[in-house]
């Protein structure tokens, strides 16, 4: 019996019209489809594929909201030994995240144990949260030779990336965005801030100028600085 594939597909920042026609293909095709279950009971990956996979076989991959690596390596060990177990029956499986698997996605780290025990796994681009958030803001991420830096900003220190001369996005600034917003001022940089939280979902909130926002925004929020006119 020949081995199944799995597909890490990614499935764009909340816009079910941003799914793409491959991703739609596969997600179709697929035997079983695996989503990433956090525990807070949102399954934003879920809902923006919803109605494309009625009738499916649905894998659920319980994946812990923690940063300790231990826990983190646990939990990406049982969820590859539980796709493999489907590979290995022939099964095709589609494995949804949001945005792109290959920016700052939990599945990359599945991905990769999934190769490493012999299966076939396959990366399926999607859009990534910042791109769907310039279009939001009716803005370009970088023009000419300007360049272009990513930054997760809840995971550490920013400060060194405010010195680059570079335009910049800072990923899931939840929980950090006040302090965010602080050092961006302190750089000078704030009147050239914008922001969108929740980009596509329920809920979506647009700010032009990130310095109008009186409060705290949730983990799905994107900050986008131009340095340039």
Known sequence: MA???LYGVGVGPGDPELLTLKALRILREADVVAVPDKGDGEGTAMNIVKDYIQGKNVLRCVTPMVRDKE??????DRIAE????????????????????TVYSTYVYV??????????????????????????LNMSLC???ERLLIVPASHRDVEDCLKVDANLVFMKAGREIGALRDKLEAHGLLSRASMVSRCGMEGEEVFPRFGDMEREAGYFSVVVVKRGG
């Not at 826990?71 to 990406?76: G, P």
């Not at 590979?87 to 949001?98: E, N, P």
Request: with cysteine; glycine share 8%; charged share 20%.
């Open 143 to 145: 023009e000419h030779s």
């Open 111 to 136: 991905h990769q144990r999934v190769l490493e025990r012999g299966f076939e796994a396959v990366l399926v681009p999607g859009v990534p949260s910042f791109c769907a958030v310039a279009a939001r």
């Open 3 to 5: 081995l199944g594939t």
């Open 71 to 76: 826990r983190l390596a646990e939990a990406y």
């Open 82 to 101: 539980d796709l493999c177990a489907q590979l290995a029956q022939g099964r095709t499986v589609a494995f949804i995240t949001l945005g792109d698997p």
